[in-house]
Structures are given as C-alpha cells and as structure tokens.
C-alpha cells in the first residue's frame, strides 16, 4: 500500500526525529561523562555517530527554545571536543562540567514537561 504523505505529514515527521536524535545524543554523553571508566576514544566514536544521525536533520526549523539550546550546546561541544582533540587527561578535567551542562538542559526540559498552567485558574 503506497500512502502519499503531504508536506505537513512530511515536515513533522521529520521533526519529531530531530528531536528525538538530539535528545538521543544528550542522554549518551551524560552516560558517557558520568561513566569514570570511560575513555576519550570511545566518547569520541560515539559522539561522532550522534552527530551524524542529528546532521542528517539539521534543515528542520526548531520554535522550542530548549531544543535550540540543546542543538547549540551540542554544535560547540562538538567544536570544543572533537573538531580540536583532547587529550585523556583533558577529557577526563571536562568531564564532570560537561554532565553537568547536560543535567541544567535536562532540567530545562523536564521544567516545560511537568506544567500545571491549566490548572492554577479553576476554582474548586
């Protein structure tokens, strides 16, 4: 059965992939950061999968300000990281900065899930 899907369908589709590929690839690194036997090569290999897979939706308009921050967070760590490489020694002075970059954009996240609005206006 072949489905013609309109540019809308299309257009969200692909949204909601990029969405979830960016929050795929924050979840990995701040495994990754908060493992204490992790080592720069592994991160490396895997920081560079993610971003691939995200790249390959980078044309999607994002409104969210939290999925803009996490896309421009994830563009400079891989500038800082993998663009210039790290020693073992670096790697391992960042990682506990960078889980914690992580976790506030996390935090941001789950703050915009867990909202009550529609229900401070009734009264009982």
């Known amino acids: 059965m072949n489905k013609n899907y309109s540019l809308k369908q299309l257009e969200r589709y692909r949204r909601q992939k990029y969405i979830s590929a960016l929050n795929k690839c924050t979840k990995n690194l701040y495994k990754i950061f908060k493992n204490p036997t992790s080592s720069y090569e592994s991160y490396r290999d895997k920081f560079?999968?993610?971003k691939e897979e995200i790249d390959r939706y980078s044309d999607v308009y994002i409104q969210a300000d939290h999925i803009k921050k996490?896309?421009?967070?994830?563009?400079?760590l891989y500038k800082k990281t993998i663009l210039s490489p790290l020693s073992p020694q670096e790697f391992k002075e960042i990682k506990s900065q960078e889980a914690t970059n992580l976790n506030r954009l996390q935090k941001i996240r789950n703050q915009l899930k867990y909202n009550k609005h529609r229900y401070r206006d009734k009264e009982y």
């Open 48 to 50: 560079i999968e993610l």
């Open 70 to 76: 996490i896309k421009e967070y994830i563009e400079s």
